[in-house]
T-cell receptor, first 116, second 112 residues
């Protein structure tokens, strides 16, 4: 089955620790995204990547880092600099059509990150 | 920066009643998309609107894009318990960036 796989489903972070959230897609999509979801605040864009080896900051990139070495993979690292990391993290991908108005986002099932 | 607000934040309705959520952007949008997230789930694409004033229907759901392309609405007629979830709008503010900004969401509860 084609889709987006996020792992782990639940993750706990100790103070001062970096953690990495995995996102893999086999949809052959060019664009990938990371969103953070907090209760009552909707989805906020952390980072997005339109193509391999390229990515841009979203609205709340501070304390996060990403890499895009392969088309299928877009891991997100939550660094110790992120002081309030507890949230639900959603990875998404899209086909990067032209124009961009033809895009639709496909989401993974998410990772709930909590601080110990 | 660009902001997309939705109202109301929460809505409880009796089954069979109608429901509407409104989406307002601080800037003109190239398009508007609507997603539904069931409790404990992830957002799923519902529909996209591109043209000014566009109206689309999906069974009991009616979607509208404002003339100025800064607002949108989703109306559900005769809600059912299966409509429960959070509805998000999302817009592409800057053409060519592939940067979708999501609204704050409206959580719908349907009482049987």
């Amino acid at each position: 089955d084609g889709g987006i796989t996020q792992s782990p489903k639940y993750l706990f972070r100790k103070e001062g620790q970096n953690v990495t959230l995995s996102c893999e897609q086999n949809l052959n999509h060019d664009a990938m995204y990371w969103y953070r979801q907090d209760p009552g605040q909707g989805l906020r864009l952390i980072y997005y990547s339109q193509i391999v080896n390229d990515f841009q900051k979203g609205d709340i990139a501070e304390g996060y880092s990403v890499s895009r070495e392969k088309k299928e993979s877009f891991p997100l690292t939550v660094t110790s600099a992120q002081k309030n990391p507890t949230a639900f993290y959603l990875c998404a991908s899209s086909t990067r059509t032209s124009p961009a108005t033809n895009e639709k986002l496909f989401f993974g099932s998410g990772t709930q990150l909590s601080v110990l | 920066g660009q902001q997309v607000m939705q109202i109301p934040q929460y809505q409880h309705v009796q089954e069979g009643e109608d429901f509407t959520t409104y989406c307002n952007s601080s800037t003109t949008l190239s398009n508007i998309q609507w997603y539904k997230q069931r409790p404990g789930g992830h957002p799923v694409f519902l529909i996209q609107l591109v043209k000014s004033g566009e109206v689309k229907k999906q069974k009991r759901l009616t979607f509208q894009f404002g003339e100025a392309k800064k607002n949108s609405s989703l109306h559900i007629t005769a809600t059912q318990t299966t409509d429960v979830g959070t509805y998000f709008c999302a817009g592409l503010g800057i053409p060519g960036t592939y940067k979708y900004i999501f609204g704050t969401g409206t959580r719908l509860k349907v009482l049987a």
